[in-house]
């Protein structure tokens, strides 16, 4: 257990810091065995490489043209100049996917397109619009040019047994397009994870149905399963599980056993708190990781590992809910989809002024929600989106947030700001 | 037709800059009747909402505490101070899930958890740790609240019959949960776009064949559908399609008619380009809307409109066919899956440092592919990926890209660029 790290705002020992809450969680994942499979390519889109690919051929296994004109021998052009130009006798053509017939002897030159092949003894193409024709069979140049100009050479795109996609890739279009290239139709990469997500709490009614008074209608399952399959995981919704503890328990540990990561929601009171650490506590070592963390929203976040399947306890609220899942599920999800946690997650983000003063207590993180709204061209305001974390339509009125850092106490209006979008 | 604008660098006209090329595509497409459907909430993450949806009820329906603690009348907690206490009698408890029995009367509280509903005559909820028991039947306060604190009242959310989600709004995991929350099951939403797309050259084979002599793979096939189903379309493949005029045409044609937007890429020979050009415009009206961008790499793009069907002509070259599918068909697949063009599209970036000179011509937009490698906490290195069009692995390499400006002639060593990260 780690419960070093800061007080809250009421004395009491045990928040963590984000940075460090993070580390520890990561740290505990990085070394679970990762299950892979065999893909076919197309099916492959957006998983994680498990082996490194060599490539098995040159690409392009044979010189290609990358213009429309003329395959020649460089050597010949040497010294063609407007006062001193050069010519060259058409001797034949390259058809378009075809093997080229013939070779280019000295002084003459073939017809060739684009993606065409070039013929031996050529090692160069000049464009149509760098020549002038002087008859059917004989072009003037004015230019010379060198060796390799306007090809593609045997090789250039990617050569034979070198690392065509490292391991722990993770495979985009242009990924797959390569591999295409290369003719490499299965791939194995790692198994997507498998989250289970469950709520809890006795005033939680799914959200199909009319809460009678006193209840409410479950939001957190259908935005964290949404979340979830955004992250690429493979999600089993649960449903609602009674707070009861023999219940919950049973609950939980089906999910424990089925998943890798799973996620409950409950209310946010102490009780509940306590229910949710009992149960992590009691499904198996190593237990509880963090309890709390200096966050704001999201401070009563309990993250918990048993029996290598990763269990957090989520708040109640949606807006700390679905914060907690940017800073501590997603994070957790690649590294459980193959992406080593050496790998620096790229964070792009939208640089906006801030429009009003923010205030912030120092020794927690904030993350506050905020509107954009364009200021001419290149240039954006960020409005705070202000409201209690139970209210789920301040996170629909967000385009994304921001970061108010441990250290500070708030910030200028003014002051320009890096807006992370909400996925 | 359009072909005002710039000259190529051999001085022909019909060069768009693309600005202008957007514009024009954008503005066609902005006409055009999208096709609704109703889906099950679930169904509906990453759709664009058809209709408005207005609140049909309160949320929350009733005042609910936001802590663990006691429900008060807060004018009973007025003055309450270190030297001047105050003292309040617990008559009761509010159960969760439960409507509250009885009503808090003056002088009186009721304990009350997170999540609980507020019982008759209280307005406030004074935290646990800021009370401290006399005992069983008795708290002393020393800190008075205000009415309203720790709790959200009836409506803070969303009221009833005002706007839920607007319009044309693209449904995130927490607009799902926003809806749930309100009991709206089921909403109108934009049918996904249906793309098709077309490989043509005599000298490509299918990914899965080994080439012959003189051809090679396709590439663009995999490439462009994978980006496409990442926008949220809905793909066919039609393989590839001879480039005989008559099979090519009927090839497109079919395509046409069964998509809504259609993308062919080929060779980049002058006679491909001429082919795709006679084929968009036999196809039907208006017909070639823009032959060639000034951008590099794409400057031989073709796009066209026939029926109500865009038609792109994308260059043979991978990486030109890619740029091309970022810079036109992506913002024309957002428009067509019903967000409105004048919906600013927010393209967050990483910041990040230039660690080379590099050219560029003016006149045109140049693309440059750029590795990021950190540097430090929060600081990017922008290494510039060189490498002919054709070379599919020069895009493998590549975290993402940053433009170089029309008036531009070169950006200087350690100049900060926005780097866009490739999907």
């Given at each position: 257990m780690t419960t070093k790290g800061l007080k809250d705002m009421l004395g009491r020992q045990g928040l963590t810091p984000v940075k460090e809450a993070l580390a520890i969680l990561l740290q505990e994942l990085a070394i679970l065995p990762l299950n892979q499979e065999r893909l076919p390519l197309p099916a492959a889109l957006d998983r994680v490489l498990a082996n490194e690919i060599c490539s098995p051929e040159d690409l392009p296994r044979h010189p290609r043209s990358t213009m429309d004109g003329f395959a020649v021998r460089a050597a010949d052009t040497f010294g063609a100049s407007q006062s001193m130009p050069c010519?060259?006798?058409?001797?034949?053509?390259?058809?378009?996917?075809?093997?080229?017939?013939?070779?280019?002897?000295?002084?003459?030159?073939?017809?060739?397109?684009?993606?065409?092949?070039?013929?031996?003894?050529?090692?160069?193409?000049?464009?149509?619009?760098?020549?002038?024709?002087?008859?059917?069979?004989?072009?003037?140049?004015?230019?010379?040019?060198?060796?390799?100009?306007?090809?593609?050479?045997?090789?250039?795109?990617?050569?034979?047994?070198?690392?065509?996609?490292?391991?722990?890739?993770?495979?985009?279009?242009?990924?797959?397009?390569?591999?295409?290239?290369?003719?490499?139709?299965?791939?194995?990469?790692?198994?997507?994870?498998?989250?289970?997500?469950?709520?809890?709490?006795?005033?939680?009614?799914?959200?199909?149905?009319?809460?009678?008074?006193?209840?409410?209608?479950?939001?957190?399952?259908?935005?964290?399963?949404?979340?979830?399959?955004?992250?690429?995981?493979?999600?089993?919704?649960?449903?609602?599980?009674?707070?009861?503890?023999?219940?919950?328990?049973?609950?939980?540990?089906?999910?424990?056993?089925?998943?890798?990561?799973?996620?409950?929601?409950?209310?946010?009171?102490?009780?509940?708190?306590?229910?949710?650490?009992?149960?992590?506590?009691?499904?198996?070592?190593?237990?509880?990781?963090?309890?709390?963390?200096?966050?704001?929203p999201g401070k009563p976040i309990i993250i918990g590992l048993s029996n290598n399947t990763a269990i957090f306890g989520l708040p109640g609220h949606p807006v700390s809910a679905m914060v907690c899942f940017e800073l501590f599920v997603a994070p957790a999800l690649r590294l459980l989809s193959g992406i080593p946690a050496s790998a620096t997650p790229l964070k792009p983000s939208i640089r906006a002024k801030l429009d009003r003063n923010i205030n912030s207590a120092a020794g927690r993180l904030d993350l506050v929600r905020v509107q954009l709204k364009q200021q001419g061209d290149n240039s954006f305001l960020a409005i705070p989106v202000l409201g209690k974390s139970g209210s789920i339509s301040t996170l629909s009125r967000a385009h994304g947030y921001f970061f108010i850092d441990t250290q500070s106490q708030g910030i200028h209006k003014d002051t320009e700001v890096k807006v992370h979008l909400f996925q």
């Amino acid at each position: 257990m780690t419960t070093k790290g800061l007080k809250d705002m009421l004395g009491r020992q045990g928040l963590t810091p984000v940075k460090e809450a993070l580390a520890i969680l990561l740290q505990e994942l990085a070394i679970l065995p990762l299950n892979q499979e065999r893909l076919p390519l197309p099916a492959a889109l957006d998983r994680v490489l498990a082996n490194e690919i060599c490539s098995p051929e040159d690409l392009p296994r044979h010189p290609r043209s990358t213009m429309d004109g003329f395959a020649v021998r460089a050597a010949d052009t040497f010294g063609a100049s407007q006062s001193m130009p050069c010519y060259l006798e058409i001797d034949g053509e390259v058809a378009m996917g075809q093997a080229p017939k013939g070779e280019v002897h000295k002084g003459k030159c073939f017809r060739i397109a684009t993606g065409g092949l070039l013929p031996q003894g050529s090692d160069a193409v000049i464009m149509f619009e760098h020549t002038i024709p002087v008859d059917d069979r004989m072009i003037e140049l004015i230019k010379s040019v060198g060796v390799g100009t306007n090809l593609i050479d045997r090789g250039d795109d990617i050569r034979k047994e070198h690392t065509a996609l490292p391991k722990n890739h993770l495979l985009r279009p242009q990924d797959l397009g390569l591999l295409a290239g290369l003719g490499i139709g299965e791939v194995d990469v790692y198994q997507q994870p498998r989250v289970g997500i469950l709520s809890t709490g006795d005033e939680i009614v799914p959200w199909s149905q009319s809460p009678p008074l006193g209840k409410i209608r479950d939001i957190n399952g259908i935005t964290l399963s949404a979340l979830a399959s955004r992250c690429g995981a493979q999600v089993t919704d649960y449903g609602i599980v009674s707070d009861t503890e023999e219940i919950f328990f049973a609950g939980v540990q089906q999910a424990a056993n089925e998943n890798d990561i799973v996620l409950f929601s409950g209310g946010s009171s102490v009780g509940m708190r306590d229910l949710g650490e009992r149960v992590i506590e009691k499904l198996g070592n190593p237990g509880i990781l963090v309890h709390g963390v200096a966050l704001k929203p999201g401070k009563p976040i309990i993250i918990g590992l048993s029996n290598n399947t990763a269990i957090f306890g989520l708040p109640g609220h949606p807006v700390s809910a679905m914060v907690c899942f940017e800073l501590f599920v997603a994070p957790a999800l690649r590294l459980l989809s193959g992406i080593p946690a050496s790998a620096t997650p790229l964070k792009p983000s939208i640089r906006a002024k801030l429009d009003r003063n923010i205030n912030s207590a120092a020794g927690r993180l904030d993350l506050v929600r905020v509107q954009l709204k364009q200021q001419g061209d290149n240039s954006f305001l960020a409005i705070p989106v202000l409201g209690k974390s139970g209210s789920i339509s301040t996170l629909s009125r967000a385009h994304g947030y921001f970061f108010i850092d441990t250290q500070s106490q708030g910030i200028h209006k003014d002051t320009e700001v890096k807006v992370h979008l909400f996925q």
